[in-house]
Structures are given as C-alpha cells and as structure tokens.
C-alpha cells in the first residue's frame, strides 16, 4: 500500500537550516506530483510546496519562496525539503502528499520547531 515517512524535523534557531525527507513506497513515485503541505499550532493546513514527477516543474507558497526548496530522487523513492532562513512562522508539523489513484495519501509529519 501507499506509505509516505517523512524525517528531519526538529528544533532550530531562527536563521537556521533543516532538510526534511519523504520515503514513498507502495506507488511509481517518480510519476507523481509530490508535495509538501504544514500546519501550524492552532491553524489550518498550508500548503508549502509542489514538485512534478520528473522534477521539472516546482511551485512554492509566498511565505517560503526564496528559502525553501522542494526535491526529489527518483531513484530513491524519497522528496526532500530544504529550508533555510527559518523564521518562527515556520514552526508547524510538515507533511509529504500525493494523490494516488485519485485518493490523497498524507504522511505522519514531522515536527519542525524554530526558536531561540
């Protein structure tokens, strides 16, 4: 079945630096759009991020474009987000997605925490 682990998260000092990954299996990962969406305390989702199965095509939200950066290796069934210049807004659980068969898959998250 479809299984999307994110890791990486963490705490971190505002001005810092962490790369989330995503290991997908059960699915032709490296035919599907892939995406990475948060939610912080108390809020709704947001979504962050969008990367193309061939890893051609990104888009970004406002908030993160410029410092984070969505990626993938296809040969390892794995996305991956770099953040750098994380700010306090930035603290929230991040989630790895994909629609596969016209049903959303959704990760556990992973706790990314930015305070000094």
């Known amino acids: 079945q479809v299984q999307l682990v994110e890791s990486g998260g963490g705490l971190v000092q505002p001005g810092g630096s962490l790369t989330l990954s995503c290991a997908a299996s059960?699915?032709?990962?490296?035919?599907?759009?892939m995406h990475w969406v948060r939610q912080a305390p108390g809020k709704g989702l947001e979504w962050v991020a969008d990367?193309?199965?061939?890893?051609?095509?990104?888009y970004y939200a406002d908030s993160v474009k410029g410092r984070f950066t969505i990626s993938r290796d296809n040969a390892k069934n794995t996305l991956y987000l770099q953040m750098n210049s994380l700010k306090p807004d930035d603290t929230a659980v991040y989630f790895c997605?994909?629609?596969?068969?016209?049903?959303?898959?959704w990760g556990q998250g992973t706790q990314v925490t930015v305070s000094s």
């Open positions: 997605t994909t629609n596969w068969r016209l049903l959303p898959y």
């Open positions: 990367m193309n199965g061939g890893g051609s095509i990104t």
């Open positions: 059960g699915f032709a990962f490296s035919t599907y759009f």
